[in-house]
């Protein structure tokens, strides 16, 4: 079975700070990995996902993430942080390539804070 | 071109009721999908549609929820007699062919009293 961890449900960071969102996965098989955005009000938006391709996967208003095998994880980052980051965050795992099931199963968010 | 639809945004009702939710896709995308979040907790995977058929309702937690797919377009979520237990946020979401990128609507809370 596979399961996503995210390390710190509230993340605060000054406006220009490194951002960094922690993921866990685990998976029996190859994962596809994914992170999303939620702004409030609004549904889920991709920020970007990994399909086995490259390692390092650059996302969306400057997001990117790498898929380190060996540590089992999948870390959200942004060089420097805007206002306009403050939102939820989730790390979400499939394995359905591999197995013809498309559900994705979601880590349990973390909430970003972005300090002016 | 419109995003994933749902309605109501909001729903209160007692312990007991029924509620039905409602999804409208993007239009042409034939997967469409149920999750829901409990109290803060994960978003957790209900079931998947592909075009009127039920692919997969491994998460349907009970039968007290009911979902359809008429016609293949828009899908209802039907929770009777609703229990305390099923408050949270509903989200749907569909995506088009194998590979596809699942958008999500903006969700329905549910709120049992």
């Known amino acids: 079975a596979q399961s996503v961890t995210q390390l710190g449900s509230h993340v605060s960071v000054s406006e220009g700070a490194l951002v960094l969102l922690r993921c866990n996965y685990s998976?029996?098989?190859?994962?596809?990995l994914f992170w999303y955005v939620q702004y409030p009000n609004q549904g889920l938006q991709l920020l970007l996902k990994?399909?086995?391709?490259?390692?390092l996967v650059k996302g969306i208003n400057g997001f990117e993430a790498e898929f380190k095998k060996s540590e089992t994880s999948f870390h959200l980052t942004k060089p420097s942080a805007h206002m306009s980051d403050a939102a939820e965050y989730f790390c979400?795992?499939?394995?359905?390539?591999?197995?013809?099931?498309?559900?994705?199963?979601f880590g349990s968010g973390t909430r970003l804070q972005v300090q002016p | 071109e419109a995003g994933v639809t749902q309605f109501p945004s909001h729903s209160v009702i007692e312990k007991g009721q029924t509620v039905t939710l409602r999804c409208d896709p993007i239009?042409?995308?034939?997967?469409l999908y149920w999750y829901r979040r409990v109290m803060g907790k994960e978003i957790k995977f209900l079931l998947h549609?592909?075009?009127?058929?039920?692919?997969?309702e491994s998460g349907m937690p009970n039968n007290r929820f009911l979902a359809e797919r008429t016609g293949g377009t828009y899908s209802t979520l039907k929770v009777q007699p609703a229990e305390l237990e099923d408050s949270g946020v509903y989200f749907c979401?569909?995506?088009?062919?194998?590979?596809?990128?699942?958008?999500f609507g903006p969700g329905t809370r549910l709120t049992v009293t």
């Open positions: 998976s029996s098989v190859p994962p596809y």
């Open positions: 979401a569909s995506s088009q062919g194998e590979g596809g990128e699942q958008y």
């Open positions: 979400a795992v499939s394995d359905g390539w591999h197995t013809g099931r498309r559900a994705l199963t």
């Open positions: 990994y399909t086995s391709a490259a390692t």
């Open positions: 549609f592909v075009k009127e058929s039920k692919q997969d």
């Open positions: 239009s042409g995308h034939d997967n």
